[in-house]
Structure formats: C-alpha cells, structure tokens
C-alpha cells in the first residue's frame, strides 16, 4: 500500500495549534501515512464568533484550491468552517473534526454531552447537532467560559474545569460520552477520558483516522451533485475558486 | 418619523445586479427610505458554488464591519452568505432574502415549491428549507439548469422556463406559492406571478420591507449571546473582525 | 401608491383591547395606511382556554366572510384562532399575531423564549412553535400565572412579573430574545425591553407591518390548493362560509 | 360492568352521516353500550374547508359543553375539530375519528396511505400527519376528487375510485394499510377491505372502540394542565364555555 | 360475534409476572373473551438490558410462530421485544404495552412522564419515544432506581415511589398523564391513579383492550410489506421461522 | 503499537459470508490486525425478514458475551442485529455494517441513495434512517427484488442489477453516493463504484476500519449508562447474559 498524504488544515492563524494537532495526528496514523499540516495564513489567532470563522471559511477553500492533490484533508476546527467549499475543491476525503467527533461519540454510547470554551458558541453547536440529525443523542452544550486560546495541556485550570463538566454531564445528565468542541482541546483528550472515566472524543485524532480509513476504502469526495467543482466564474481582485482540471 | 438607511450587501462583483436589486428595494420602501447599495469589492462575479460562497461570506463581513451602523441591513444573494457574522458586527436588524423569501411564502400558502438556477445547489437548499423547520411546507426545489448569469429580464427565455417550473410545481406537486432562489430572479417576479397565477415570493422585495419593518418596530440584533459583538482576537494580515464599540 | 386598508380582528369581545391594539398598529404604520378594527360581537371576554378559542375561531371567520376586501387582515390573539378560515375567505394577506411575533424574533436572534399568560397554554404554545419548525430554537415557554385580564400597561405588577420571567429566560436559558403571548401585553413591549436589554417581539406592532408589507409586494393569500375559496355547502341556522366571489 | 354510554357527536349537519355513523358504532360496540347520537344544530351539511371546520369546531365544544357527563365521546369527522375544546368540557375520554384511524394504522402495518376526498385538504391532512409524529410512516395523501355528499354506499362510483386509489397506494407507493380520510366513508371500510387486500382502517368504528376501551381502563381525559375545565371568562351573546362544575 | 382468543405472552420466564398480567387482561376484557397466557420457556426471570431483550425477542419469536392462529397477541413487557417478527408469523393483530400505554396517554392528556424502572434504560425509552414522533409530548422519563423484580402490589414502597416520581412529573414538569414503562407495574396501576389525580396509563390492560378492538373492527396484521410472512430460509440447528402457510 | 484483534461476527450461518466478509476486511486494514471471524452457530442462513433478526441478534448477543476480550467488533449483517446487546457485552468499540455505511456516505457525499434485496426491507431501512437523523439526506432505497442469497460476485446479473439502480438513484434522484444495504454485497462494490462513478459506500470495509480507527483513538464502549453490564438476572435454561467481570 502507497503512503497517505493527509492534509491537515488549521483554520486559524495560530502555528502552535496547528502543531499540536498534527503531533496528534501524527501519534494514531500508521507509520507510512504523511501529515502536511498547513495554517491559515491570515485571519483570526483562534476562531470565537461566526465573524472569524466567515474569514476563516474562505481561507480554508484558499488553501485546499492550491494544494487539491493530498490522499485527505482535516479541517481542524470544530465549526469545520469552509469545509463543503473544500469538498468541492479536490476528489480526496474531507473530514473535519467535528463531524468526526460526533461520528466516534455515536459508536461508543448512546448520549453524549458537548464540551465548548464560550457560552455564545452554544446555539450554533446546538443547531449543528440538529442539522446531522443527532438532536436526540445530546444532552447538553456545556460551555466552561473559557476562550480557545486558554485551552490545551498548558492550561491545568481548563483541564480541571473540563473535567468538573463532564463529571456533571455524565452523573447530572446522562451523557454517556464527552465530546471535545475544540481542536485546541485535544492534547488533554486523553487525561480527561482517565479522570472521568467515560469516553472522551476529540475530532482530530479520530478525524485524522476516518480520512485515512476512507482513502483505504478507496472513498473520496463524490463529484456528482453538491460537491462537483466549482462553476467557472469571474473572479474579481483574487484567484478565482474553480480549478476544475 | 426619521428616515430609514437599508445597507443592500450584495455579496457578488456584479453591479449591475446591485443596481438592479436596489432599484426593486428601492420601488416598495416608503419614499423617506434611503439604500445605500453595497458592491463586493472582490470574489465571483456570481455565486453558485460553495466555494463562490465562502468568499462572498467572508466579503459581506467586512462590507459590514466597514459600515456598522446603518439601521438595517440586507444580504442580497439567496445563500444568505456571512449573515450570522454580520449580525454579530451590527446593533440594527439584518435580513437575508432567503430568509425573507420563505417568510413571505409561509403567510400566503401553506406549500411552497422554490425555483432555482443549479441541479447543484437543490440539496444545500433543501438543507437550508430543513434547518428553518419548513420541510414539510416545500414540496419541491426545482433546478432550471441555467446558470445565475443568465437570470433576469434581459434573457426571456429564463422567465419562460422559470413559468414553466412555477406551472409544473403547481399543477403537479401541489405548490401553492413559489419562491425564487436567486437575488439576480427579482426583476422578473411580479411577471411570473401574472402568468402563472400563484404568489410569486422574492426576498429582495419583500427582504427590504422586513428590514424596515423590523426598524419600525424597534427590533435590532440581539447583543445576548449567539450574535453578540465578535471576542477581541489577534488578527494576521487583515484588519480584525471585532469593533465591539 | 394608494392608501392600505387594514383589517385588524381582535377575536374577542373586549372593545378596549381592541383600541389599545389599533393604537399599536396605527403607530407603526405609515400614515396613508388605514385601520379597519373589529371586534367579535359575541363569545368570550379574552380567551384563555380552547374551548374559548373555538368560539372565537368561528367569530373570526364569519368577520372576514363579511368584509372580505380589506388589503390585509391581522388576527390579533396569540392564538391566532381562525386564521385558516379567514385565509380561505379573503385573496388579502391574512397575519397572525403568533406567526408574526415569531418571525420578528426569527431575525434578530438565534433563540427565543416565550412569555405567556397561563401554565394551562404551556404545551399548546410549545405544539405550535413546533407545528412551525421552531422548536430548535426555543429556549423555553414561560407561564405568568397572571390571566389575559390583567395584562396591560394599568397592571404594572404584571410588567414586573414579566420583565423578570424575561431577565431569567435571559440568564438561565440562553434567550437572545422574548416573546410576547398575549396581544393585550402589546402595550408594554417597549417599556420590557428597555428594562431587559434585548429584543421583546410584540406580534402587533410587527404583524401589522408584516401584512403591511406583503401588500407592498403584492403578494396576497394564494388560491390554490388550502386557501382556495370555500365549496358551496348548504348551512343550516346560519349564513354560508362560502362566499366565491 | 354499569353500561357506557358514547357521545357520537357529528360535527355537520347532516342527520343521515350520524345515523350511518352511529349504526357502525353500534355494529362493533358490546351490546351493554349505548350511544347518543348528536347532530350539529347550526353549520354545514358537510366538512370540505378550513372555514366549515371553524363553525362545526364551535359547535361541537357547545354540543360537549351541553351533554359533559356521559362516559366517552367520539368526534366523528376527520378534521377532529373542536376536540381540544370538547377535552376541557368534560372528565371523559374524548376521541377523535383521524387520531382513531391512525392509531389503527399504526398497529397493523409499518407505512399507511390516506384516501381523502379533495385535493385542497392534502396539505392539512399531511400537517396533522406530521403534528402527531407519524410522518416517516405516511406514504401519500390520495385525494379522490369526490366531495364528502358523494361518499358512502350509495355511490358505487366511490367506492371503485377509493379501490382504485388504495391499490394505487399499495402497489406504487408500498402502503401495507389504508386510512379513510372522511367519516361518510365508513360504510364502505370492509367492502374496501376486501377487494384490496390490506387493513382498511376507519375511524368511527375504531374509536367508539377506543373510547369504549379507555373507559373500561378506567382513563379519563387529565384534568391537569391542557384540559383543565376552562378559565372562568365573561361570554357575549351566548352561554359560556366554562362549565367548571 | 364469536369469542376472541387473545394470545398473552410473556417475554420473560417469570410466571407470577405473567399470572398477574393474565388476571388484568381477564378483568378489563368483555366476559366472552378467551386469554391464553405463555410465558417465555427460556431467557431471562426479567428483562432490564438490550441482552436481556435480544434473548426475549427470539423467545417472543418462537412463540408466536407455534401458535400463530389465536385472534389477537399482546407482547407483554415494555420494551415491545420481537414484535416485528411476531407481526410477521400471524395474521392476527399484535399488540405491545409499550405502544399501548403511549395511545392510552395520547388520548388523555397533551403531556406525558414515564416512569421506568433502572436509568440504564432512560436513552432506550426515550429513543423509541422519538422513534414513535412522540417526542414533543412526553415531558420526561423518570427512572425509580428499582428493578423489575421489585415492581408489583407486594412491594409497597415502590408504589410509594412512584407516586412520588408521578407527583414530580405533575408539578413540575408538567405532565399530565403518567406511562408506567413495565409490565410488572401494571397491578398498581389503579393505586397510583387514585393517589396522584392524573390518569396512569398501563399498557397492560389497555393493551389488552386495544387487541380485542382491532379485532373487533376486523382488522389484523397487514401482509403487504414489511410483515409479510418471512421468506423461507434455511435454518440451521432450530426450526425455522418461515410458516407460510 | 500492539496488534488489533477484530472480531468479526456474522449474525447468519452461512460460512461462506463470513470468509467472503474477513477476506475484505483483511484487505483494508493494517497488516498487524488480526481477524477473529466467527459464524453464527444456529439460525438463519440468510436475513431477510424481522423473524430471521431476532433469532440473530440473540446469537450475536451469545457469541459477544463468549468472547468479549477482544479489542473491537463488527457486527457484519446490515439490519445491525444484536448490536446494542453486544455493546452492553464488551467494553470494545463495537461497529455495525449499517452505521459504518451511513458514516462513509456522510462524508463523501450530500445526498445517498440505499441499494438492498428485496422489498419488504425498505420501511426498514427507512425507519433506520430516520432514526438515526438521516432522513434529509436520503434521496431513496431502492430494492433489487434479489434476495440475500443471490448477491455476490458469483451473481453476475445481481451486479448488473445493482448498477442500473445505482444510476438511476443518481441520475433521477440526485444520489451522491451509493450505500449497499447488505453485507453479501461487500465483494462487488468496488466493481459499482467504478462502473457508475460515484462512492458506494460498503459498510464491511469501512466498518473494519472504523472499529480499527476506535481502537486506535483509545475510545471503547462506555460503560456508564445504556451500555453498561447487563445486570444481574436469573436465567432458565440457558447460560446468562450477564458477565459483569
């Protein structure tokens, strides 16, 4: 089996987040598969409001457009911004991580509960959960009032208040797995699994490993319907997004 | 009363569908109403794709975050692109003709058939129709096969199709209105509406009098919580999105 | 363009709530439109439960059959009794208060609570905002315990009880903006969002805009398929629903 | 066992669909049953519109509110109007002929069609369908064409279209039962039964047994929440809807 | 009309479970009806987990295929176990307490609580809860904490807590019936009903009733579709589960 | 890293399955995973009824509960048999062929068609679907009218039949992707996807993968809640299913 070229797309700017998830990912691939990780190149130090990541979206279609020939691609950000622009601009896979995150709670439970930094980021979490029909399968969006760029392994504060809310999720709520809504998040997945003792999800490794299961599955992104290329359109003052080959 | 000042955001480089979407805005708001038309300064010329929408999302967010304070603003492109961002970068209400659209159509009948340019884009609509809560009121989302370029007035043959779907979704799957699904259509509603002989809903129309209406009644965005003004976040190579006043 | 007649139907028999509510229209309305108010001639005082609402169901539908040729019609009870009849006996828009107050919140925020009279309305609010697709983002429906009766301005108590069920729908559900149940709270809308800070979505004020608007585009009650005049059917004791012009 | 006595309550005005109604009832019931037939005094001979339903509503909350003590009531037409009302009016278990049929339905095969009479009450049909969760089991609405006055035995024509309809249902669109749309169709429910094949389930005959069935377990409509007795409310021009005893 | 032999099974191996379910079916039942009580030869005294239900629904299976021309069955425990396949080896009609006790509150009441026995099964039933488009209806499952084989009249504080956790339910979650998830709970039924003030729904007794009515009204099981007598397939080691006749 | 030890349970007897099924799975996955394939030792041959899946899934639930150490399952028949059972039953991933199908087509596609046997499945199926939320992006299941035991790749018209449905769901229902909704299926699914041109989507494969991609990910089973031990029961003539270590 030929090596696979898994291209891992940090959304935001921030380089030391974009490391962090590709040693992640580094970590469950099997020896042969190569990680390119790529950052956004401007936009949002970490995504918040739907304002960054509307910028962020367009940075990820940027990047995926000049690089389309990798075996699969991450979006590495829960919001998976940009991501349907992604799948119509290369054949390979494209999982993002929070659809990957979902996917692994579904296998391993019934209910989970959503961990996430701040509380305005709830109904949008909540509205995507409605939107791939798992409204039923959630419990709650737990936000910690903690912004993205104090999460990680270097913040022991986050890791115990994660932890304080999946306990709560778990013995007040019934969730039966956490899910991690926050790429930043996942260096801790695994500390935070140990201590509470359920399932911990976090999209990037997981996601990491559906791209890769999919292109062993000789699986990739459908050309026929919504994610055909891109029409071939005037662009005005950039790089038009059309590269149907 | 004072005077009423509607930011129109197209989110595509085409002036001539700004002007000819203010001129319809322009028509049906109280005469003390003034436009202030918006053009996007960069991106496609018009929008099909997802990848066409990413950057005409990122677009709007800056067009809006540019020129924050006007009393209400609409999207002029049915994807609705950038709205929730820009709902975050202002206090005044913001509509999007999509949105509008459906509105419109569920106060006149109780099935609604929408008319739509690409067989590409029927299932993010139909996603969209799935979101708002209205699937059970469409009975259809029709694709004409012609592209957003070849919509309006000046190509009558568009209009003889679009009768033609409008008829075919009346008389056979039991439509009672129809919404067009393209900012570029507006021209040609009322025409359409005459001959086929159901209501005919455009959101750019009836998207310009739901932002003044929603002026009337005093009814801005919301600052609590999902649409709160963007958090204070680093921005590389760009002016940041996050004037919280 | 020519002056708009309005045909505002309060479905109770309580001629001040009827003047309070003409006074909330009349104000938001531009000038040359006109407001026709009625008020049932018989059955309950205000409406409360559904045997209530039964009656006042039928009373509106036969104000309609009686002056079908209006611009546009407003039902102005939350429960928005009739308004399928009245929609098949008039080509104007029909607008109920309850669609409309849900619309209005529909744009200026991602969730919205309700705030409603009695704990007996509760679940029939709760089918409706469901019915309508809605559920996903409703935060909750909060009863006062406070009947229609003493809703109003001249009960500053109630304004008190429903500023702050709105602060706690606010605060511990995640609201980003209220819902008013009862048409007679109208009055007080302004006077709760000041006091709470965000928007307080009166179904008036903005539906009598709403139909407002959809004169403005031209878009009136389609006559095909539900809204179809009525059949001819013979009526004992009464005069026929009937009337196909 | 004391005898039960079923308020059949026809919301039209046409004393020969009750008698043929309550002969069904009477045909199924245990002979201790004994039913009390009710004609609508006042409204439509028949139930074809939203606006007809609207009067017979009104009329069927005063027939209950008149009569409340008897042991089980049946609402018998499709549209089940003024069933909310009438389960405020009384402790006894009130039943509706649609919710009858497809309750029957649903225990005798996975997806049902409906035969119905008109076109123009598809869509309401398919709301209630949807309203009760039953969607993903519906696998068509089927108008006929034929008003509710041509209905019964005595048109042979019907009943070769209704067979024809269902077989339509059960060979194209893979209907395992069929659901007849119209309380004048139940004279004919077996004869279709037969000639089809598959369940034909009815309503009248079907709830006076599930009223009749509620009543022997001793369950009668909750008095907490939804049905409580009516407020205490100030009627004009008519007797009160408020009978709390 | 000839008498109707109603198939009673119990899915567990407990006889006293299914005396005691026999004795209430007897008692609800007109007096010409026949009951043939089975209980499970193998498998689990009580049924608490999926693999407790796993080995039930084959039991259930079994059962019905040696005997499958008795006039109506009843699956008598809540999980409904092996109703499917029970549906296809009869042509008779087949009810489960589950799907009992949910028509039973439907009727009765807008809102339901169930009360159930180990949180363990709280996802289980509530799932099939949404599987049924019951949802919005039923305001919570409250688990007692007590196992089957603690259910029943001779443990008197289980009554108590259950009507602790029905009072709950009324009081502050608004329900207004309560839907008592196991079999073995069906004896107390009336017990708690009379303590409470709210109906109790059992699916026990109206299970029973609703089997004799579907009976009654002469329709049974369909064979188009999905319970059509299964195909005839080797089995290896059992007897097979193909009778077509 | 250490070996992976799959279990790959065949729910049906046929031994031919299961080595057809452990040789795809063997292709895909890393060369250190081992698969432990084990075949139903009574029961069906093939499933294609209710009947035939209740008496597998108990099987299943047997076969798990005798050898729950291994490091992931797959359970390897579309319907899923016994898959709750079995999770309860280890504290491995436990991976069904159905979920993993719908998980690969979510990700390379918008919009996916089902290819199954024979007909009496599809309601099935569809409740499947709409169980777990998929109903929006399903656009059809389509039945071959070919039973289990016909498909294959020694079945060359099964293959020609599978190609000419899949093109029809993609060019007359806007299929994206193509799931196969049976496990005998897996050998040719190669074979569609490169004569039709679209992903088919074959949930041994990808299954395998997923259970080795959890594996990897460290997420098991959770333990807390619906998938705990079963509990301690009684049971008569057979060994218990309850193995709480």
């Known amino acids: 089996v030929s090596a ?9 700017t921030n380089t030391g987040h974009t490391e962090a998830m590709a040693a992640v990912a580094r970590e469950v691939l099997p020896s042969d598969a190569e990680i390119i990780a790529r950052t956004a190149p401007r936009g949002p130090d970490s995504i918040e409001s739907s304002a960054d990541q509307a910028i962020a979206a367009a940075v990820v279609a940027e990047l995926v457009r000049d690089d389309p020939g990798l075996d699969g691609y991450l979006i590495a950000c829960f919001g998976d911004p940009g991501i349907d622009a992604a799948r119509e ?9 929070a659809e990957a995150a979902y996917v ?3 296998f391993v439970g019934r209910r989970f509960a959503v961990v996430t930094t701040l509380a305005r980021s709830v109904p949008e979490i909540e509205d995507g959960i409605h939107a791939r029909g798992l409204a039923p399968r959630c419990v709650g969006v737990l936000p910690l009032g903690i912004p993205v760029n104090e999460q990680g392994a270097e913040f022991p504060d986050t890791t115990d208040a994660m932890v304080a809310a999946s306990r709560r999720a778990v013995g007040e709520l019934g969730a039966e797995t956490i899910v991690l809504a926050c790429g930043a998040m996942t260096k801790v997945a695994q500390a935070i699994q140990e201590r509470v003792g359920v399932p911990v999800c976090d999209g990037v490794a997981f996601g990491a490993l559906l791209a890769w299961s999919l292109g062993r599955a000789e699986l990739g992104t459908s050309k026929a319907g919504s994610f055909a290329w891109p029409e071939k359109i005037a ?6 997004l059309s590269p149907r080959p």
Chains 1, 2, 3, 4, 5, 6 share one sequence.
Do not use: I
């Open 104 to 106: 692994a709670a579904s």
């Open 89 to 97: 601009l290369t054949e390979a896979p494209v999982v993002g991580v």
């Open 4 to 12: 696979f070229r898994l291209g891992l797309v940090n959304p935001n």
């Open 235 to 240: 662009y005005v003052g950039m790089l038009p």
